[in-house]
């Protein structure tokens, strides 16, 4: 049989020009220039190795270029732990390429045949101590061309610097707090700008009186489109000086109103909705059901929480814009500007700055098209806007809030004999240009005003949306899981990290946990019993073992386990929580363990399984945002409590390290299964279980009240 063909790495595709890649310049270093951007991942870190592996030359002497649309690859968007899968193995496949080119140019000058010569830190020798270097090279090799599929990258027991964890590259100038973040970055003759907005969701500005504004000391410009208004000072004061006389000045429509925050699944259940199947097994023998467990779940709407708020800056120049932005994706939303604009692309330069936090589709896109606009009011100097807490937390898409019913057919022994999962949900997805509207809060509120995009879900085939991680990776005998997409959206949704796969994976470990209890069946073995894969049996083999499951019960002390494979298709996460239920639930300590295949950078890929552990556990314990029917009311860290330092569990870590396996991504692998470990620790400790996120004391004792 013959083999298939060999294919390019799916970012190649789309862009395979050697040279936006790889560059040597004079100075004896290498730029890369990957599409994908630094959002704290530390990606730009592992790239750097892949690259120093891939070239034979010292880490030392890479520099990783911020992506630019001027420059750089078009990888799309940073998101779905992709990075090192999509990135990652474009990179190894050019930078091969790059070296199999430039020893065939050494080989011609030295008169040596390439399969006899090495590659040491860039230099090129052979036999007689004949030698060259990439340097000597670059200006006679030429990587205007494109990648072609037949190169071959080193192998895995080959490769020096992949595997090992060494210091990342973006966290000196942190440390030395030298300008890196967008927020500490200043460009000659900035300006300042704030953009007016209602506190009421979806009120219209009806009436602008601007004589106070007018009065204030530097203020320098102020910009009215529609419902859009804001202002430009020369400093950031005169800039929110000039906003509250703006915003004293303004008259509001009235809203439309939100729903009840306190019954969330009633109102996504009586919701227009799109209706999908997302994936049916049928019993090769099917057998009757003795009795059926029906169940709900639910989470609530959740906020991205950066740390720092959005930020943006903007310059015209003519009829061209020049924009610094922390956005995940610097083309997608380059698409979304040459829409609101009516400008061509490539008017248009988008360039990657890092933001202090980012967990998905936060206001990172909103606020560069605030400055845009507002630059537009001062031709030629740059503006910078920065959203308040307020901003962040009124108006930035949340993730959606998500209703789970699992319907699970047991027969005379509690073994399941079918399965049924349903999801309503908001689509998680309303990312900047993949429609032919923009997706940009600002578009919303101009005179001539696009509609607010109703999130969508991404396909099965990209992980899914609401949907994601509801298909069981056990081995169950027959199942039917339905998606519902509310076709409305009061509250503004897009991608939050993993997307629904918190919530179904919450959802399908709590379910499983209800019933090895009623089987009087330790949870570990009863998952282990219905898996096939050995790779998902390895990482929760190796939780258990390092955890010490099961240790002794104790008064106050609860255990659970939570397991999932991330999209199906992603890394294998185990966890196994420890937590204490006295005044309030505390969780002790995080157990996990992760394959990722080949960990490019194990200490990176620690942090991102220890950050997922951390971030999940505040989304279980404390995160909901709150609202009336006017307004969203949780805008402050008082209102929206996230945990804090001294109440974070310790996390203790163990990678299945599988060089011979493609990497793939650890940020967002953590989430699902430390939701249900907590959870399910919850019951351990407490016996009741909660169903409904956050687990708080008002949700513990509701679920005793239900239970007695």
């Known amino acids: 049989m013959t083999p298939p063909a060999p294919k390019l790495p799916v970012s190649l595709v789309t862009s395979p020009r050697l040279s936006s890649w790889v560059r040597f310049t004079g100075d004896g270093r290498v730029a890369i220039s990957p599409g994908k951007v630094e959002i704290g991942q530390g990606i730009v870190t592992a790239l750097a190795q892949i690259a120093a592996d891939e070239l034979d030359v010292d880490i030392g002497r890479i520099e990783m270029i911020r992506a630019s649309t001027a420059t750089s690859p078009n990888e799309g968007v940073t998101s779905g732990s992709l990075s090192i899968q999509q990135s990652g193995r474009a990179l190894r496949h050019v930078c091969a390429e790059v070296r199999q080119i430039f020893l065939a140019a050494a080989s011609e000058r030295l008169g040596v045949d390439a399969s006899r010569l090495d590659v040491d830190d860039g230099t090129i020798s052979g036999p007689g101590n004949v030698r060259t270097s990439y340097w000597e090279l670059a200006g006679d090799v030429s990587l205007d061309q494109d990648a072609t599929a037949g190169a071959t990258a080193k192998a895995a027991a080959t490769r020096a610097v992949a595997g090992h964890s060494i210091q990342r590259v973006d966290i000196p100038d942190k440390v030395f707090a030298r300008p890196r973040f967008i927020h500490d970055h200043a460009l000659p003759e900035l300006l300042h700008g704030r953009v007016l907005r209602p506190d009421i969701s979806g009120a219209k500005l009806t009436a602008l009186d601007e004589t106070a504004v007018r009065t204030v000391p530097g203020l320098v410009a102020i910009a009215r489109d529609g419902s859009f208004a804001g202002v430009v000072a020369d400093s950031e004061v005169a800039a929110e000086s000039a906003l509250n006389a703006l ?45 059926t467990l029906r169940r709900q779940y639910t989470r609530p709407y959740i906020a991205h929480a950066s740390i720092a708020p959005s930020c943006a800056m903007a310059r015209w120049e003519g009829d061209r814009v020049h924009v610094w932005t922390h956005s995940q994706g610097v083309y997608l939303l380059r698409a979304d500007l040459a829409i609101v604009l009516r400008l061509p692309a490539e008017n248009i330069v988008v360039e990657h700055m890092e933001g202090a936090g980012c967990y998905g589709h936060n206001a990172a896109d909103d606020v560069a098209l605030d400055a845009v606009l507002l630059a537009k009011a001062v031709d030629g100097r740059p503006v910078r806007v920065q959203w308040s807490r307020h901003d962040e937390m009124s108006h930035a898409p949340f993730g959606a809030a998500m209703a789970i019913e699992i319907e699970a057919d047991l ?47 991404p396909p099965a085939a990209n992980g899914g949306g609401g949907d994601r991680n509801s298909v069981p990776l056990y081995d169950l005998p027959a199942w039917t899981i339905t998606s519902h997409r509310l076709l409305t959206m009061p509250v503004r949704t897009s991608a939050l990290r993993t997307l629904g796969g918190q919530g179904n994976v919450f959802a399908i470990e709590s379910l499983l946990d209800e019933i ?59 966890a196994i929580a420890e937590i204490e239920g006295t005044d309030d639930i505390r969780v002790r300590r995080l157990t996990l363990a992760v394959d990722v295949g080949e960990a490019i950078n194990p200490d990176g890929v620690i942090n991102q399984i220890e950050g997922g552990a951390i971030q ?42 599988r060089p011979e396996i493609e990497p ?35 949700k513990i004792i509701a679920a005793m009240e239900l239970a007695s």
């Not at 793939?664 to 169903?691: F, K, M, Q, S, W």
């Open 247 to 291: 915003r004293k000045g303004a008259t509001w429509s009235a809203g439309e109103p939100l729903p009840d925050e306190n019954d969330l699944a009633g109102f996504l259940k009586s919701q227009p909705v799109e209706t999908t199947t997302i994936d049916t097994r049928s019993a090769a023998s099917p057998q009757k059901a003795a009795r």
């Open 411 to 457: 027969d005379a022994d509690n073994e399941i004999v079918g399965w049924r999962h349903a999801i309503w949900s908001n689509g998680h997805a309303a990312r900047p240009g993949r429609a032919a509207q923009p997706a940009l809060l600002a578009a919303t509120e101009i005179a001539n005003p696009y509609p607010r995009m109703i999130s969508t879900n």
């Open 516 to 574: 090895a209890a009623l089987r009087g069946e330790d949870p570990v073995a009863f998952r282990l019993r219905h898996l096939r894969d050995e790779r998902a049996k390895d990482v929760i083999r190796a939780a258990a073992r390092r955890a010490q499951w099961k240790p002794q019960k104790r008064t106050g002390i609860g255990h659970g386990v939570g397991f999932a494979r991330y999209k199906n298709t992603g890394a294998y996460c185990a």
């Open 616 to 657: 999940a556990t505040s989304w279980v314990l404390k995160e909901r945002v709150r609202f009336d029917r006017i307004r969203i009311t949780s805008t402050s860290w008082t209102d929206y409590p996230i945990l804090t330092s001294s109440e974070a569990p310790a996390v203790d870590v163990e990678i299945i390290q």
């Open 664 to 698: 793939v991504g650890a940020g967002e692998a953590a989430h699902g299964p430390v939701t249900a470990a907590i959870a399910n620790a919850v019951h351990d400790c407490l016996g009741v279980r909660v169903r409904d996120l956050p687990i708080t004391r008002d």
